[in-house]
């Protein structure tokens, strides 16, 4: 029983790692920046603590937006790994997945435990992505994109897209 939840938070942790490690690195700054705005709260230092407390309030939805994002990962990786299973292996299936680092993480994974974890890696490798591209090719093109709605959507709503 506890085998079992130890496999499926590991696969949890594996379909994200880069959401995952942002999300508690940004919590952990959020932690430290709250104490220390409380700590000048109560000294009765206000600027201060208003300062430490608004630094802290934004890394705090930093990490929600990661873990939020990890969890739209592992949803992705169930539905990559369904489609692996039922067609085999594909181009077709990967290619909406070449976006970010996120997503051919949890393709990646998905692929390795469905048998096809050195076609995915290869053809990765052949687009041209290799371990150090962890951004997004949107946000490399531009840096304001974060803010759109559309990355905001299949960043977060992975999946079909509904036909006109």
Same mark, same amino acid.
Request: include cysteine; hydrophobic fraction near 40%; glycine fraction near 10%.
């Given at each position: 029983?506890?085998?079992?939840?130890?496999? $499926?938070?590991?696969? +949890?942790?594996?379909?994200?790692?880069?959401?995952?490690?942002?999300?508690?690195?940004?919590?952990?700054? %959020?932690?430290?920046?709250?104490?220390?705005? &409380?700590?000048?709260?109560?000294? $009765?230092?206000?600027?201060?603590?208003?300062?430490?407390?608004?630094?802290?309030?934004?890394?705090?939805?930093? %990490?929600?937006?990661?873990?939020?994002?990890?969890?739209?990962?592992?949803?992705? +990786?169930?539905?990559?790994?369904?489609? &692996?299973?039922?067609?085999? +292996?594909?181009?077709?299936?990967?290619?909406?997945?070449?976006?970010?680092?996120?997503?051919?993480?949890?393709?990646?994974? %998905?692929?390795? $435990?469905?048998?096809?974890?050195?076609? %995915?890696?290869?053809? *990765?490798?052949?687009?041209?992505?290799?371990?150090?591209?962890?951004?997004?090719?949107?946000?490399?093109?531009?840096?304001?994109?974060?803010?759109?709605?559309?990355?905001?959507?299949?960043? *977060?709503?992975?999946?079909?897209?509904?036909?006109?």
């Amino acid at each position: 029983m506890r085998k079992k939840y130890f496999n $499926e938070i590991t696969r +949890y942790i594996k379909a994200a790692p880069w959401p995952y490690l942002t999300g508690f690195g940004s919590l952990v700054l %959020a932690t430290g920046l709250g104490v220390s705005g &409380l700590s000048h709260w109560m000294e $009765e230092n206000l600027a201060k603590a208003t300062l430490f407390g608004c630094w802290g309030g934004g890394w705090l939805v930093v %990490a929600l937006f990661a873990l939020a994002d990890g969890v739209s990962r592992h949803r992705e +990786y169930k539905r990559i790994k369904a489609m &692996l299973i039922r067609y085999g +292996y594909s181009k077709r299936i990967l290619d909406p997945l070449t976006r970010s680092r996120c997503q051919r993480d949890a393709a990646l994974l %998905a692929a390795s $435990e469905t048998g096809h974890g050195v076609d %995915a890696s290869t053809y *990765f490798t052949e687009l041209g992505y290799r371990w150090y591209h962890i951004l997004p090719d949107s946000v490399m093109q531009n840096p304001l994109s974060f803010l759109k709605p559309s990355f905001l959507r299949t960043s *977060f709503l992975p999946g079909k897209k509904a036909r006109a």
